[in-house]
C-alpha cells in the first residue's frame, strides 16, 4: 500500500520553478511525522534535500539547495511540499517524499517514503 504519494514533477528549464506536493495517509497523526525529501540522481547515492517538524515547522536543508528551495507543510490537508527555485541541471533527479517518527527536520531514519517523481532540468 502506497502510503506518500507524490505529484509535481516534469521538464523545467535552468531558472525556472517547479512545487512537488506529497500527500500522505488522512488517517495519519500528521504532526507526530517530520517530513522531507530525497532525491536520487543516476548513478548517485540517495541525498537529502530538506525537511520540516510536525509541529514547530522547523526546517533543515542540505547545503546545495539552501536558499533556492523551500520546505513547507498544510497539516490541515496532509501535505508537505518542496518550492524549487532558481532551478540547475544538477538539480535533475528523482524526488522522493519521506516520513519520519521524531522531531528532527533532517531525517536520518525515514520510515515511509513515496515512490518518486521525476524532475528534469534542461540547460
Known amino acids: 500500500q502506497v502510503q506518500l504519494v507524490e505529484s509535481g514533477g516534469g521538464w523545467a528549464q535552468a531558472g525556472d520553478s517547479l512545487r512537488l506536493t506529497c500527500t500522505a495517509p488522512?488517517?495519519?497523526?500528521?504532526?507526530?511525522?517530520?517530513m522531507g525529501w530525497f532525491r536520487q540522481a543516476p548513478g548517485k547515492e540517495r541525498e537529502f534535500v530538506g525537511g520540516i517538524t510536525g509541529g514547530s515547522r522547523a526546517t533543515d536543508y542540505a547545503d546545495s539547495v539552501r536558499g533556492r528551495f523551500t520546505v513547507s507543510r498544510d497539516n490541515a490537508n496532509y501535505q508537505v511540499y518542496l518550492q524549487m527555485n532558481s532551478l540547475q541541471p544538477e538539480d535533475t533527479a528523482i524526488y522522493f517524499c519521506?516520513?519520519?517518527?521524531?522531531?528532527?527536520?533532517?531525517?536520518?531514519?525515514?520510515?515511509?517514503w513515496g515512490q518518486g517523481t521525476q524532475v528534469t532540468v534542461s540547460s
Open positions: 488522512s488517517r495519519w497523526v500528521f504532526t507526530s511525522y517530520s
Open positions: 519521506a516520513a519520519e517518527r521524531g522531531v528532527t527536520a533532517l531525517l536520518r531514519s525515514p520510515d515511509h
